[in-house]
């Protein structure tokens, strides 16, 4: 028998321990822990499990038995993620495991989709769910993770949507941060499916915790010792961050709630230079190498990251390009950049863990409002400090400004208990029609299998019930449906999820027909784009104008439709703020030149561009004309191109 072998995830972990047969070797032992090992044999004995544990505890080692037993059994398996970074990453780490064995689809990449197993967005599944469940019937299993996600307000309702309508064949795995209320999560999944449910619940971290706080300039691992500092200071970064260094606490995750606030910290530590002369060379050579291999020589933001890259700092965020993010992550992991300082997406599963983790601050805007840090979001972030199997112990620095947050809220957030999950379930008009068209008007026998159902009180349920039944008036009212039927229209609507109506009704005017392909890909960019509070809209073509008129005509009569009915939230609006910058790309101009035509970052313009590219795909596959199908996929053809195309950036990966 060969040397014992501990699973990459979790070296260093030497009591309380399990040895089993590695899936991956059968020469050496793979070592588990308890709540690992109670989750495999439930999935071993054919359960559907649930698994509740800390940010950095190891529930990715459960993703991956899954992942073995079904490659092995030769059946399929589907991992969902909340966000495209992660489903992206995914598809590195399995490949690497698991090579030829791994597909993707995210709406904007679809990569070996026929593979054994397959990464995608929840979005896709539910989707696939209610359009084409035959596509699943190979696919035994699917893994949720970050499955908490069923709370947030803007996307909550497709995991929920993913669960009622799980086909029966499939078992579930879901894997979650911590939350308090996972047995009655569990109790509505079995509710539902008529059959149990395993729940593993882990309340402790491998690597330990221990928090400091820095106000008044003063650090102190007791929160109480901090209030009785009668004199104020600024807390100064560099004071923080070199006391770190002495400790030995590198590297650093400085988490902000900013992306300009992001650049100008890491700015400021300019000044101190993290890297021995050997560290400095291999980084920039590493760095070179990498900004090589994603075309990133020529570009502004990669040579403005230079300086800081060679005194071990970088930032990290939505705004910046896709290639130029990743290029950033892999220095990480090669642990020669020391400090970097990015947005809260870089705790969403996406493995980056470090031994020291910041908070710039305790508010956070949450979509509507800035409110002071949920627990759970702070243990997701917090959770990131301390290296499995390199550090005995994390280490969690909160700077607090006591004009902006006061110190008990702090201590609610640190030591109070996570929130529990609360459905945000709110059906689409996409999923209504799908429902019509399989239950007819037995489709309100759906609704009482919701998680909201589950949770709310009469009055809740009455609310939810006749906020379905205006959104199905609303449809057959506007024809939709007629006949207890689909009509051309709605077999187009139910495809297009998120955008129903206003693509609908300017389908069915005739207005796609009239559109060549610059004109196509300005109405996806105006149907998708989101701008910033008081961003400015740039003079938009005279060629555009006209369609600009008849896009916001056709939602003016959706909104005040909505409004009537009590139907919430109200459709997004049309924005034609990238117009020119879509229609200068599809002619063929160089990223880098952009600029002239918006004032959006350039890792959002990305963002955008890639999401147009989703919608025309799901026009694409709608009953439209030869014609317009033919100019759909030219339009495609147009944007999809270079920095934009992110299926070349997972190939060249």
């Known amino acids: 028998m060969g040397k014992n072998r501990v699973c990459p995830h979790f070296l260093g972990m030497q009591t309380g321990l399990i040895y089993i047969w590695s ?55 589907i991992y969902t993620a909340p966000i495209k970074a992660l489903s992206n990453q995914k598809f590195r780490d399995f490949q690497v495991q698991f090579p030829d064995r791994i597909g993707i689809l995210t709406g904007d990449v679809s990569l070996n989709q026929n593979a054994p197993v397959l990464i995608m967005t929840t979005e896709i599944f539910r989707n696939k769910i209610l359009e084409q469940p035959e596509s699943l019937s190979r696919y035994q299993w699917v893994i949720f993770d970050e499955v908490h996600y069923i ?35 569990a109790r509505w999944i079995e509710t539902i499916h008529k059959k149990p449910i395993k729940t593993v619940i882990e309340d402790k971290r491998p690597v330990p915790l221990h928090f400091f706080y820095q106000c008044h300039n003063q650090l102190a691992d007791n929160i109480d010792a901090l209030k009785r500092v009668k004199r104020w200071q600024p807390n100064k970064l560099t004071s923080l961050i070199s006391y770190i260094r002495r400790e030995g606490g590198l590297p650093c995750i400085y988490f902000v709630f900013g992306r300009k606030r992001a650049e100008y910290l890491a700015e400021e530590l300019y000044n101190i230079n993290f890297l021995t002369q050997e560290e400095q060379d291999r980084i920039l050579a590493l760095y070179d190498a ?19 890259i060679s005194r071990g700092i970088a930032f990290h965020h939505a705004g910046m390009l896709p290639t130029l993010k990743e290029v950033i992550e892999r ?55 301390g290296r499995r199997g390199i550090d005995t112990e994390g280490f969690v620095y909160c700077r607090i400004n006591p004009h902006r947050v006061k110190f008990d809220e702090v201590k609610r957030v640190v030591y109070g208990k996570p929130e529990e999950v609360k459905s945000q379930f709110n059906t689409s008009y996409a999923t209504i029609l799908n429902l019509y068209e399989k239950y007819k008007d037995d489709l309100f026998t759906v609704y009482p299998l919701s998680l909201h ?16 039944e205006a959104k199905l008036g609303l449809l057959r009212e506007w024809g939709y449906i007629e006949s207890r039927a689909l009509t051309g229209k709605g077999l187009f609507a139910k495809a297009v999820y998120g955008y129903e109506l206003l693509l609908s009704e300017l389908y069915s005017e005739g207005v796609f027909e009239q559109l ?3 004109s196509l890909g300005v109405m996806a960019m105006a149907t998708v784009f989101e701008p910033r509070k008081n961003q400015r809209l740039l003079n938009v073509s005279k060629s555009h104008r006209r369609l600009q008129s008849t896009c916001e005509g056709t939602y003016n009569r959706i909104r005040h439709r909505e409004v009537r009915g009590r139907i919430y939230p109200i459709a997004k609006p049309p924005y034609f703020h990238l117009a020119q910058a879509m229609e200068h790309w599809m002619r063929g101009e160089q990223f880098n030149k952009l600029g002239q035509w918006t004032d959006t970052d350039e890792g959002e313009l990305v963002r955008y561009f890639r999401m147009a590219i989703q919608i025309l795909r799901e026009i ?27 299926e070349k950036q997972l190939r060249e990966g």
């Open 620 to 646: 694409n596959d709608t009953p439209i004309s030869p014609m317009l199908k033919d100019r759909i996929k030219n339009a495609l053809r147009l944007i999809n191109r270079d920095i934009v195309d992110a």
């Open 331 to 385: 220095l990480f992991t090669s642990r020669l950049l020391k400090v970097i300082f990015t947005t809260e997406t870089f705790a969403l599963g996406i493995n980056m863990p470090s031994r020291t983790v910041i908070f710039d601050d305790f508010l956070k805007f949450y979509g509507r409002y800035t409110r002071v840090l949920k627990t759970r979001d702070f243990y997701q972030m917090a959770g990131r400090a």
């Open 290 to 308: 990498l900004c090589e291999r994603y075309e990133l020589k020529t570009e502004r933001s990669a040579r403005d990251m230079l300086h800081l």
């Open 516 to 518: 060549d392909e610059i």
């Open 23 to 77: 899936q991956l070797d059968y020469n050496t032992p793979m070592i588990y822990d308890r709540f690992q090992q109670e989750a495999i044999d439930h999935i071993n004995e054919g359960y559907s499990v649930i698994v509740s544990a800390p940010t950095g505890a190891g529930k990715t080692a459960i993703a991956e038995h899954v992942i073995d037993t079904c490659i092995r059994g030769d059946v399929g398996v």
């Open 151 to 185: 709370d947030n307000p803007e996307r909550g309702s497709v995991w929920e949507e993913s669960l009622i309508f799980l086909p029966q064949h499939m078992k579930i795995l879901c894997l979650s941060a911590t939350i308090p209320n996972i047995k009655n999560f």
């Open 453 to 468: 159902y589950f949770q709310s009180g009469k009055q809740h349920q009455k609310e939810a019930l006749r906020l379905m």
